[in-house]
């Protein structure tokens, strides 16, 4: 069985991680810099470990912390629009026990669900190399492993899915046809032990404000992981 403690070493492993020159460099200076409306706060300035329930069925990945988001705050998807669209839907869905998320003081408790990334570090750009991304699975694989209960995973966008995708592949020796491909609220299932994966386009500013994703949508999304679960 997974103790505490394994967590919490993969958590001391990831904040202390320093493996890609760039990404120091630049959540470090943004650390330093801030922003103007921010500027009062300290900033996280590290990796950004995963959050939520440990004992979870379920596994949202993101793309990365935002720099003045998760970068500030050191909990995923907090302090940024990202986290207000996101964890509002959470709540509605059962999944979170409140709506905001503003710091990792807020109390807010995940149930039955654990939020994690492909990249730990705020990139420039928001755009990882392929580099810094095969540097940082590692550490998204072990919290696949770490989660014993793991029944689907949520993929928030295309690089989210294809990297869940490979991390899956490679665990499960998965073979097809035809390449699973990246669709919003488009599910696949690989067979009995092997987590189902469920694409969604990113809650992410440019997403939401456009109406690419809309709330009504995001909700469809969390209706069917609950189906997923047999409930």
């Known amino acids: 069985m997974t103790k505490q403690s394994d967590w919490e070493a993969h958590d001391r492993t990831v904040t202390s991680c ?11 200076q943004v650390a330093r810099e801030k922003r103007r409306a921010y500027r009062d ?9 995963g959050f939520g ?3 979870a069925r379920v ?11 998760s970068n500030r705050t050191g909990r995923m998807f907090t302090g ?7 964890y509002p839907a959470l709540y509605t869905a059962g999944f979170a026990s409140q709506p905001l998320a503003e710091s990792r003081e807020d109390d807010l408790k995940l149930k039955d669900l654990y939020i994690s990334a ?13 580099a810094e991304i095969r540097n940082c699975l590692p550490y998204l694989q072990t919290e696949m492993d770490l989660l014993e209960n793991l029944q689907g995973i949520v993929a928030l966008g295309s690089l989210a899915f294809t990297e869940s995708l490979r991390l899956l592949q490679e665990r499960y020796s998965l073979e097809w046809e035809t ?4 669709g919003h609220n488009v599910v696949y299932r690989f067979g009995a032990g092997v987590p189902w994966l469920l694409g969604s386009y ?10 690419r994703l809309t709330m009504e949508m995001f909700a469809e999304v969390w209706a069917r992981v609950r189906a997923e679960l047999g409930e």
Not at 41 to 49: L, Q
Not at 179 to 182: L, Q
Not at 202 to 211: D, I, L, W, Y
Request: with cysteine.
């Open 18 to 28: 320093r493996i890609c020159p760039r990404l120091v460099a630049w959540r470090e």
């Open 41 to 49: 706060c300290e900033y996280w300035g590290m990796p950004v470990p």
């Open 53 to 55: 329930d440990t004992a």
């Open 59 to 69: 596994l949202v990945v993101g793309l990365a912390p935002g720099a003045h988001g």
């Open 80 to 86: 940024d629009a990202s986290g207000d669209f996101l």
């Open 118 to 130: 492909v990249c730990r570090c705020a990139p420039p750009d928001n755009k990882p190399t392929r």
């Open 179 to 182: 390449k699973p491909a990246f």
């Open 202 to 211: 990113h809650p992410s500013r440019q997403n939401t404000q456009t109406g």
